[in-house]
């Protein structure tokens, strides 16, 4: 199996936006019947053997509980409890309008009661149309989908590789329907009020000092997959700091902030790909850590290991 294989995302755009709109779909099921953590960590999706998956939710007092997990092997999305009960159903064919007709009549067979507050995309193009109603969004590539999972699943290897170098409060490697990329955050353990009139998602998100790294494949934007880190809040003249490979730089957002960028396209062609994407991670964290002055020695763990008698006896 190849590395990092390619995956442009123009050659499979229209099946991204459909795939990106079921995981919301999805997504706002665990947001409803997930209890809410710290910085929304309740909400993303961990991976699996074959795609991704809520994990467990709406545990009650008689003990019940469900999960929804989308298998990018057979391409299907499985609806289970904890009895053992399961309901499924194909993926290629649908719209998302079908797609979530069909996943309410699945939990509604399985005696799952879920409200979704907001039945409609967030932050994305088309917010104001309800998801029953989105006949538009029916692209379902079977071939491309998988081969974004494989993706996800190895990119998921290099950030939990990358993860283990930190023992401060460090977020699980999770995958956000949002905005549908993959990410770790660290944090350094400093309470911030975020500027502006940003939305209470953005707050919560926010509310500490991070260093964010993960991937995301692309959108209208930045129509190209890459991996990225970025420092929040950004200290001033961080977009000066210099970036390990060559090949990586500093991105300015709209926001007037700036995201380090390492393409794809330059990661998969390199000699030792895993081996760029670490040396991009590692140079943009000390780079943002080393301006926000960061206690970096106090809470790295090279190799995972923070027992100090084993460091010296390595």
Not at 108 to 134: N, Q
Not at 246 to 268: K, N
């Amino acid at each position: 199996m190849e590395l990092f294989p390619s995956l442009p995302y123009a050659e499979w755009r229209e099946t991204k936006e459909t795939l990106h709109r079921f995981a919301q779909v999805v997504g706002k099921v665990r947001l409803a019947a997930s209890a809410r953590r710290n910085h929304w960590w309740n909400v993303p999706y961990h991976l699996t053997g074959r795609g991704i998956t809520t994990r467990p939710m709406g545990l009650d007092d008689q003990g019940r509980f469900f999960c929804l997990d989308f298998d990018f092997v057979d391409h299907r999305l499985l609806a289970m409890t904890g009895d053992g009960r399961q309901v499924s159903f194909p993926l290629p064919g649908l719209s998302v309008a079908g797609f979530y007709r069909t996943l309410r009549t699945a939990l509604g067979d399985l005696g799952i009661p879920v409200r979704i507050r907001r039945p409609r995309p967030f932050d994305l193009p088309d917010a104001a149309r309800p998801f029953v109603e989105d006949d538009e969004h029916c692209v379902y590539e079977p071939d491309r989908v998988n081969r974004y999972w494989v993706i996800l699943s190895q990119v998921n290897l290099v950030l939990e590789e990358y993860a283990a170098q930190w023992s401060g409060k460090t977020s699980p490697v999770h995958h956000f329907w949002h905005t549908f990329d993959i990410a770790v955050t660290r944090f350094s353990g400093t309470s911030v009020d975020p500027l502006g009139a940003v939305d209470p998602v953005t707050r919560e998100a926010y509310s500490r000092e991070v260093i964010s790294a993960g991937f995301w494949f692309g959108d209208p934007s930045f129509p190209e997959p890459a991996f990225y880190s970025y420092t929040a809040p950004q200290p001033a003249g961080l977009e000066h700091s210099p970036l390990r490979p060559e090949a990586a730089s500093w991105v300015a957002r709209d926001s007037g902030t700036h995201l380090a960028i390492l393409t794809y396209e330059d990661v998969r062609t390199a000699p030792s790909p895993r081996a760029e994407v670490l040396a991009f991670l590692d140079s943009a964290f000390l780079a943002g850590a080393g301006a926000a002055g960061w206690d970096v020695a106090r809470d790295a763990c090279p190799g995972g290991v923070t027992d100090s008698a084993r460091t010296r006896t390595a």
